[in-house]
């Protein structure tokens, strides 16, 4: 059967990792959390002592760019794929509320798109990949077969989250997570490079009312239609 691309942009929260490992599941495809690559170049600035006052010391990330390689490898336990930041293991450490603070700025800095941008090109360049992000749609492959752009109310997506962290143990605030949550979309948004916007011919897809049941059906229906017309 011939493979696709599918790209799956939205805003934050929406749900479009859950939406995109599902797919990939159901299909055979590789997932590309593109999201987790922003967060572990965040990462790697923390981890570098180069964040003041919240924002990356772009000099010294600019030079040390091309040295961050993020790489997804399987967890044969549960089946899902990891962030791997220069060979190791940061899939937990990504997902702290301390990186989801600092991601967007890193992720709005024109060269630490372009780098990973180049390795998500490459990563896909086979097909047989379904990427989550804010620009596949419109910059990464602007070619792809199937475009969705996802969205829901800020609320229902700060309350997902919460959900998610305290599911893990973190002692979370949802006041805190919904402010979050405002504050990447409105940067996300506004960015000049790559702002968050749907492509012109992305499918949108509020799931504010919606189960996963439900979204896993509309899902998988459209992708068969997208491969077989
Ligand atoms: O999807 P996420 O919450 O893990 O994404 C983390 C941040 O990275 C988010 O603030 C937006 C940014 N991002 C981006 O700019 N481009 C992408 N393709 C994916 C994520």
């Not at 919904?178 to 968050?196: C, F, G, Y």
Request: proline letters at 3%; a neutral charge.
């Amino acid at each position: 059967m011939k493979k696709i691309t599918i790209a799956i942009d939205g805003f934050s929260s929406c749900g479009k990792s859950t939406m995109a490992k599902y797919l990939a599941k159901k299909t055979g495809y590789i997932y590309i959390d593109t999201g987790a690559m922003y967060r572990a170049v965040t990462l790697f600035c923390i981890q570098n002592g180069w964040i003041k006052n919240g924002l990356p010391d772009e000099e010294k990330l600019r030079e040390q760019i091309e040295t961050i390689h993020i790489t997804f490898v399987l967890n044969p336990d549960t089946g899902l794929p990891e962030t791997y930041l220069n060979g190791k293991n940061v899939e937990r450490e990504i997902r702290s509320m301390s990186v989801s603070d600092l991601v967007s700025p890193v992720s709005a800095i024109g060269f630490v798109r372009k780098a990973m941008v180049k390795q998500q090109q490459e990563m896909g360049k086979s097909k047989g990949v379904v990427l989550d992000g804010r620009d596949i749609g419109t910059v990464v492959f602007p070619d792809a077969e199937l475009k969705i752009f996802m969205t829901a109310s800020p609320e229902i997506r700060a309350q997902r989250r919460y959900d998610e962290l305290k599911g893990k143990g973190e002692d979370v605030c949802f006041e805190e997570i919904l402010e979050n949550v405002k504050k990447r979309d409105h940067i996300d948004q506004t960015r000049a490079e790559s702002p968050l916007q749907k492509a012109g011919d992305a499918i949108v897809l509020d799931n504010t009312n919606l189960n996963v049941e439900e979204q896993n059906k509309w899902l998988l229906n459209l992708f068969e239609k997208t491969v077989n017309p």
